[in-house]
């Protein structure tokens, strides 16, 4: 998808769609519950030029993860936000490391092909390879005397 342009009329997961009284709905919260979660930072919806918030799909997804750790799992809201900031870095460390795996193959597969091209130069006419026999003769070589 890195090639082909992204149509800006085409809706995501992180596309600001809801209004705060259908995301209180899809979430099954209050909507000034909304308005406290965005004043804590817990979910940060988008703005409109008139600064009215515009909640996506990922936005209820995580009202929806608030209200379960909250009410399930007894969290209080201070770490239900040390939670959501904690799994955000893990995805985005996640992200690095698939990033940074993906320059590491490419690396290795360019290494790969120089190192072929570097075999594929050898001249191998030049140094004909002969099985050498052990042999047990000894041979002393002593020099000429001068004069000799």
Do not use: C
């Not at 890195?2 to 709905?25: C, H, K, M, W």
């Not at 809201?77 to 985005?92: D, F, H, S, Y």
């Not at 795996?101 to 390879?129: I, K, M, N």
């Amino acid at each position: 998808m890195e090639g082909r342009r992204r149509n800006p009329f085409e809706l995501t997961d992180e596309s600001p769609v809801y209004v705060i009284s259908v995301a209180a709905q899809l979430s099954g919260l209050h909507p000034q519950t909304l308005r406290q979660y965005d004043r804590l930072g817990l979910v940060s919806p988008d703005r409109t030029a008139g600064r009215g918030r515009r909640y996506s799909a990922r936005d209820i997804e995580l009202l929806r993860q608030v209200q379960q750790l909250s009410q399930d799992e007894g969290i209080n809201l201070a770490g239900i936000k040390r939670i959501i900031e904690l799994e955000n870095q893990v995805a985005a460390l996640q992200a690095r490391v698939s990033e940074l795996s993906a320059a590491v193959e490419g690396a290795a597969a360019t290494l790969r092909q120089r190192e072929a091209q570097v075999h594929a130069s050898y001249r191998r006419d030049l140094v004909p390879y002969t099985d050498v026999q052990q042999a047990s003769a000894l041979v002393v070589w002593r020099p000429k005397q001068r004069g000799e």
